[in-house]
């Protein structure tokens, strides 16, 4: 079975500029996460998807910031305008809605705003 | 709410012996899962075990096995037989009922863990 795949891996863009970052996740997941890690903060949750509904947006940074389900196989989270501090590496992960619940997480897409 | 705390420095540990990476968690959920992530120096999040809250035995999975003291609040990762390729950052994470108010996982800090030849 294929992972999360996330895409792009890598983007380096301008301050200003409007960043998309997509994810799918494994088929037959009922959430998706979306995560930030820096070394400062470490990973932090931004926002996550119980059957392409938003249920926890509570660590958005910003307006600047916004994250879409349309469909149980596809996730985007966009960034506009993009700033300096917003470069991270950005991770998309999806479980299944059982007791366990483990996360199985993309390879991430690593964000540089310069 | 739920916390977790790692608050070891970097660990360095000498080829082929023990390693026990700390994790304490704090819930107010009578049910919650406990995990231990990888992140190796490539970057991906590779899931290493797992432990339910109401698990009478501590979970083992080959190398790995978790030291689960709920009493304490301690989910304790015990590496045997340490590899060179386990040198990596360690996160301990945790969960609440998916479908309840607490179903994101909320990682610690993470540990880096060394291995010496």
């Known amino acids: 079975d294929a992972g999360v795949i996330q895409s792009p891996r890598h983007e380096v863009t301008e301050m200003g500029q409007e960043v998309t970052l997509r994810c799918k996740p494994i088929?037959?997941?009922?959430?998706l996460f979306w995560y930030r890690q820096t070394m400062m903060r470490g990973l932090e949750l931004l926002i996550y998807?119980?059957?392409?509904?938003?249920?926890?947006d509570s660590g958005m940074p910003e307006d600047r910031f916004s994250a879409k389900m349309p469909n149980a196989s596809f996730s985007t989270l966009k960034i506009q305008p993009s700033e300096p501090r917003d470069s991270a590496v950005y991770f998309c992960?999806?479980?299944?809605?059982?007791?366990?619940?483990?996360?199985?997480f993309g390879e991430g897409s690593r964000l540089t705003v310069l | 709410a739920q916390k977790i705390t790692q608050t070891q420095p970097g660990m360095f540990v000498q080829e082929k012996e023990a390693v026990t990476l700390d994790c304490t968690y704090d819930t107010s959920d009578p049910s919650y899962g406990l995990f231990w992530y990888k992140q190796p120096s490539s970057g991906e999040m590779i899931f290493l075990i797992y432990?339910?809250?109401?698990?009478?035995q501590n979970a083992t999975e080959g190398r790995y096995s978790l030291n689960f003291q709920k009493a304490r609040k301690s989910a304790n990762l015990v590496i045997s037989a340490s590899q060179l390729g386990d040198s990596a950052m360690y996160f301990c994470a945790m969960r609440g009922s998916p479908g309840g108010a607490n179903s994101k996982l909320t990682f610690g800090k993470g540990i880096t863990l060394s291995v010496r030849p």
């Open positions: 998807f119980n059957n392409n509904v938003p249920i926890d």
């Open positions: 992960a999806s479980s299944r809605d059982r007791t366990r619940g483990e996360l199985f």
């Open positions: 432990q339910g809250s109401y698990d009478q």
């Open positions: 088929s037959g997941h009922d959430y």
